[in-house]
C-alpha cells in the first residue's frame, strides 16, 4: 500500500481515535469483519489473529501437533516435513521449520519433529514420507511456502504441488502453506496457492495483510479446525487497531483494483528485468509471480546479491537480496508504470556501473 496511503491513514487514525485495543475476552468487530473477508475470499473456514509471520506459523505448528495428536490414530510422534532453503520465522519452532541451518546455528537444543526435503521434488518428498514411518512416528503434515522468497524468489511447481496435495490426501497429512510473503495479492492473486491450483488445509499470512502494521493470521478449514476456545491465544492479536487497518488494506484491494495494478505492473517489471538479463551476462534468469520478482546472479561469477544492492541503494533504488545470488524485487502493490521504469533505469545504471 506504500507510505500513508489515504485509506490506510483515514481508518487506522478514526480507529485509534474510538478504541485501540480491548481484552480478547470481548468480542471485536473488526477482527470478525476481516476474518469474514479472509474466508469469503479463501479456502479457509476459520481464522485466527495474531502479530506477526512467525506467530502464525507457530499456531500452525501447533494445530498441525493438536490434529496429529487428537484426529489421527496412535500417532504419538508427529513429524512435519518443510523444505531445504525455505524460511518460516525465528521462534524457536520456526527456526526449526526453516530448512536452513545458517538461522538455526548456535540455538540448539531444537524442538523435535522436524525433517528436510528438496523444493519441488516429489520423488524427495515419497522417500521422506516414507522413512518417517516408524512405530508411532510419521508425517503429519508438508509444510511449504507456495513461492520460496528468502530462498531465492524460486515459484512452486505446479506439477509438484498437485502431486503433494494428492499424496497428503491419501496419507492423512496436513498441507499447510506458509503464504506470509506472498500472501494478500503480492503475486497478483489474492493468494499464493490460487497460482497453484491446490487448496492448503492450512496457510498463514501476515506482512502485507495490514499494510505494515504488525500483523499474523493462521487460517484453516473445518476439517483440520481442532483448537478449543483458549487454547490457543494472543493478547494483541486480532486487536481492533490491527484489524481495522487490515480491513482498509483487503477493502483497497478491491475497490482499487489492486491485484489488475500488480499483474501489469509484475509483468512490466519482470519483462525489464529480462531485457536487463539479455544486456548484461550476469544473470542466470528473472523469475517470478506478479510483483514479487527475482534475478538470479551467475554462480560462477565473483558478484553478488549485496554488492549489487549496496551500489542501486546508492544510486537511490531499494532492492532486497533473497539468498547471496539472487536479487529480490518486491515494490508496493501501487507501484506505478513511472515507478518501474525509474527502477529499471536506476538498475541499468548500477550494472553499468559495476567492474568485473
Ligand atoms: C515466508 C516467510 N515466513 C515467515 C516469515 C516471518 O515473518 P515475521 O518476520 O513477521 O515473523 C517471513 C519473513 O520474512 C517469511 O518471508
Not at 203 to 232: Q, R, W, Y
Not at 250 to 266: D, I, T
Amino acid at each position: 500500500m506504500g507510505h500513508a496511503h489515504p485509506l490506510l491513514s483515514d481508518a487506522v487514525t478514526a480507529q485509534i481515535q474510538r478504541l485501540h485495543h480491548v481484552s480478547n475476552l470481548f468480542y471485536i468487530p473488526e477482527q470478525g469483519e476481516l476474518a469474514k473477508w479472509i474466508v469469503e475470499h479463501s479456502c479457509a473456514d476459520k481464522v485466527f489473529f495474531c502479530n506477526s509471520g512467525a506467530e502464525a506459523n507457530e499456531a500452525a505448528i501447533k494445530l498441525v501437533r493438536k490434529y496429529a495428536h487428537t484426529m489421527v490414530e496412535f500417532l504419538d510422534e508427529p513429524v512435519i516435513l518443510s523444505a531445504q532453503s525455505s524460511f518460516h520465522g525465528r521462534t524457536l519452532a520456526t527456526i526449526t521449520a526453516t530448512g536452513q541451518p545458517k538461522y538455526q546455528k548456535n540455538f540448539d537444543p531444537l524442538p523435535d519433529g522436524f525433517a528436510y526435503v528438496p523444493y519441488n521434488d516429489i520423488q524427495a518428498l515419497k522417500e521422506a514420507i516414507a522413512d518417517c514411518d516408524e512405530g508411532n512416528r510419521r508425517v503429519a503434515a508438508v509444510m511449504l511456502e507456495a513461492l520460496q522468497g528468502e530462498g531465492g524468489v524460486r515459484p512452486g511447481d505446479v506439477e509438484y504441488f498437485k502431486a503433494v496435495r494428492q499424496i497428503c490426501d491419501e496419507n492423512n497429512i496436513l498441507l499447510v502453506l506458509d503464504e506470509v510473503q506472498v500472501g494478500v495479492g503480492r503475486t497478483g492473486k489474492y493468494w499464493g496457492y490460487e497460482n497453484l491450483g491446490i487448496e492448503p488445509d492450512i496457510f498463514t499470512s501476515a506482512k502485507g495483510l495490514a499494510g505494515g502494521i504488525p500483523i499474523g493470521a493462521m487460517m484453516c478449514k473445518d476439517s483440520c479446525a481442532v483448537f478449543n476456545p483458549g487454547e490457543h491465544a494472543s493478547t494483541f492479536g486480532g486487536n481492533p487497531f490491527s484489524c481495522a487497518a487490515g480491513l482498509a488494506v483487503v477493502q483497497a484491494l478491491e475497490s482499487e483494483n489492486l491485484l489488475e495494478n500488480v499483474n501489469a505492473r509484475g509483468q512490466q517489471l519482470r519483462t525489464a528485468l529480462e531485457t536487463l538479463a539479455a544486456k548484461y551476462d550476469y544473470f542466470v534468469e528473472a523469475r517470478g509471480w506478479g510483483l514479487i520478482n527475482g534475478l538470479e546472479i551467475k554462480t560462477d561469477l565473483d558478484l553478488t546479491s549485496i554488492q549489487i544492492v549496496k551500489t542501486a541503494m546508492d544510486n537511490g533504488l531499494l532492492i532486497a537480496p533473497a539468498g547471496p545470488k539472487v536479487l529480490r524485487f518486491v515494490p508496493p502493490l501501487i507501484v506505478s508504470e513511472a515507478e518501474v521504469d525509474e527502477a529499471i533505469a536506476i538498475l541499468d545504471k548500477t550494472l553499468s556501473e559495476l567492474s568485473l
